[in-house]
């Protein structure tokens, strides 16, 4: 099975996989089109979770969901926005800081 593309069970409803790597799950189309568009995988992101030194900021508009800065195991402060899914954390997006970004986990952390 591909699971890049949506698949149609009993021919109406699109099946949409959703990954379960530790605490994490995520959307596998949703990580194949963030990887593409910002270079940074759900895996890494979920892997950079686990800094110590990670900062956790309230999303404004989306007041469910929370903003992480926290180091990748590749050298990068990404920007992972995540939400509460049950017992697992369901990561929406990633993308790298920007510079504004790095400086607020450097100066936290």
Same mark, same amino acid.
């Given at each position: %099975?591909?699971?890049?593309? @949506?698949?149609?069970? *009993?021919?109406?409803? @699109?099946? $949409? #996989? +959703?990954?379960?790597?530790?605490?994490?799950?995520?959307?596998?189309?949703?990580?194949?089109?963030?990887?593409?568009?910002?270079?940074?995988?759900? #895996?890494?992101? #979920?892997? #950079? %979770?686990?800094? @110590?030194?990670? =900062?956790?900021?309230?999303?404004?508009?989306? @007041?469910?969901?929370? $903003?992480?800065?926290? %180091?990748?195991? /590749?050298? /990068?402060?990404?920007?992972? =926005?995540?939400?509460?899914?049950?017992?697992? =954390?369901?990561?929406?997006?990633?993308?790298?800081? +920007?510079?504004?970004? /790095?400086?607020?986990?450097?100066? *936290?952390?």
């Amino acid at each position: %099975m591909d699971l890049s593309t @949506p698949e149609k069970i *009993d021919g109406t409803m @699109p099946f $949409v #996989a +959703t990954v379960i790597f530790g605490d994490f799950e995520w959307d596998s189309e949703k990580a194949s089109s963030n990887r593409k568009k910002h270079q940074v995988s759900f #895996a890494e992101a #979920a892997e #950079a %979770m686990r800094d @110590p030194l990670s =900062v956790d900021f309230e999303d404004i508009e989306h @007041p469910e969901n929370t $903003v992480t800065l926290a %180091m990748s195991p /590749r050298d /990068r402060i990404l920007y992972v =926005v995540t939400t509460e899914r049950g017992d697992r =954390v369901r990561i929406i997006s990633a993308r790298v800081s +920007t510079s504004h970004e /790095r400086h607020l986990y450097e100066e *936290d952390a």
